[in-house]
T-cell receptor, first 115, second 112 residues
Framework: DGGITQSPKYLFRKEGQNVTLSCEQNLNHDAMYWYRQDPGQGLRLIYYSQIVNDFQKGDIAEGYSVSREKKESFPLTVTSAQKNPTAFYLC??????????????FGEGSRLTVL | QKEVEQNSGPLSVPEGAIASLNCTYSDRGSQSFFWYRQYSGKSPELIMFIYSNGDKEDGRFTAQLNKASQYVSLLIRDSQPSDSATYLCAVKPYTGGFKTIFGAGTRLFVKA
């Protein structure tokens, strides 16, 4: 079955450590997105990528980095510069050819907790 | 003004009633509108999308769009306890660069 796989589902990090969240999709979608969700809040866009080797900052990119070396993969690194990284992280994609109207397909999410 | 605004709730309705969820948006040129349902601890799942003014029905769900008023709503008929979740309104603004902007969500409780 096609879908988006995020790993790990739960991650604990000590302050000052970088962590990388994995996102892999087999939907053959060109565009991929990373959102952050805090309790009681909506989703805020961190980074997005419309094609391989290209990505753009979203609304809250500070303290995060991404890469898009393969169409299927869009990993997110939460760096030590991110002041409040504890959150629920969601990876998503949109079907090719529907970037302007299409809905987001989500992975199951990764919950990061900083100890 | 937030780009997409929703009443955070919680909205509580009895089983079998109609639940009405509302959303306003700021970009008048927005073209695509979505409602996602999110259960606690889970990722959002799409339940409705609407592009044109008027109503769109799918089973117990009806999405309503009024672009002149910059208003989109979701009606859930015959509400069930399993409908209890957070409902996220999302908009693709005309100038968004293929971004989707989310509201903070409305928590719905359906009482058995």
């Amino acid at each position: 079955d096609g879908g988006i796989t995020q790993s790990p589902k739960y991650l604990f990090r000590k302050e000052g450590q970088n962590v990388t969240l994995s996102c892999e999709q087999n939907l053959n979608h060109d565009a991929m997105y990373w959102y952050r969700q805090d309790p009681g809040q909506g989703l805020r866009l961190i980074y997005y990528s419309q094609i391989v080797n290209d990505f753009q900052k979203g609304d809250i990119a500070e303290g995060y980095s991404v890469s898009r070396e393969k169409k299927e993969s869009f990993p997110l690194t939460v760096t030590s510069a991110q002041k409040n990284p504890t959150a629920f992280y969601l990876c998503a994609s949109i079907a090719s050819g529907r970037l302007d109207t299409g809905e987001l397909f989500f992975g199951e999410g990764s919950r990061l907790t900083v100890l | 003004q937030k780009e997409v605004e929703q009443n955070s709730g919680p909205l509580s309705v009895p089983e079998g009633a109609i639940a009405s969820l509302n959303c306003t948006y700021s970009d008048r040129g927005s073209q695509s509108f979505f409602w996602y349902r999110q259960y606690s601890g889970k990722s959002p799942e799409l339940i409705m999308f609407i592009y044109s003014n008027g109503d769109k029905e799918d089973g117990r769900f009806t999405a309503q769009l009024n672009k002149a008023s910059q208003y989109v709503s979701l009606l859930i008929r015959d509400s069930q306890p399993s409908d209890s979740a957070t409902y996220l309104c999302a908009v693709k603004p005309y100038t968004g660069g293929f971004k989707t902007i989310f509201g903070a969500g409305t928590r719905l409780f359906v009482k058995a």
